[in-house]
């Protein structure tokens, strides 16, 4: 059975692992309490009575339970994981009113979100909810869930490729337009075989190599 817990608080992290490997993502509202959200399955009553107590062992308040309809086994569309620099440290969010856009139009999700920035060698590493309350704010349209699948070895991949006094942004991002698609390819017990995105870049010169040939 599958179920969705919301807590009042934060869960600290050497706790999780007593909470049945459920799929844990923390929200800030306008007052800037933190909420957090377990889902997953468990398997009986018992192990979701495991699960409230722990989180009554750390003194947090539980706001709901709610039990979910089974879900399918496939459940996300298409997942990009996108690392943007920003050389010079110099974001001044021209690119968030785009990524707005697709999220309100539910073309894509945000999964999670991390930030890094790197200043004369030293790499700071830093997820929404540790952001100043004006950031947290600012990218508060994405409603990033924050679940924290960007990890330790993502991050220090793309911090060892960034440059020096540069910030970059990691981003886990669903394509959920693609999500009927997908349903539909698993409804017709199609096997996928090779999925594999090729840079637009890449496509517009052979296109332009077939345009060459046929005036040539």
Known sequence: MTYRIRVLGRIPTRWRERLEDMVISETTDESKRIATTLEGELADQGALAGVVNTIVELHLFVQSVEHLPRRDSMTLGPVDFIALEFPGNRF?????????ELVDKE????????IIRKDDGKVTV????????GSIELLNPLKVEANQMITEHDIDMIAGQLADNSTAGLLLI????????????QDAHSRVLLFERIPGEIVEEALNDIVALATS
């Open 92 to 100: 001044k969010g021209e690119i968030l009113p785009d990524l707005f």
């Open 107 to 114: 073309i894509i999700r945000i999964i999670d979100l991390v």
């Open 126 to 133: 830093r997820e929404l909810r540790e952001l100043e309350p």
């Open 174 to 185: 669903e394509n959920v337009w693609a999500k009927k698609t997908q349903q539909a390819m």
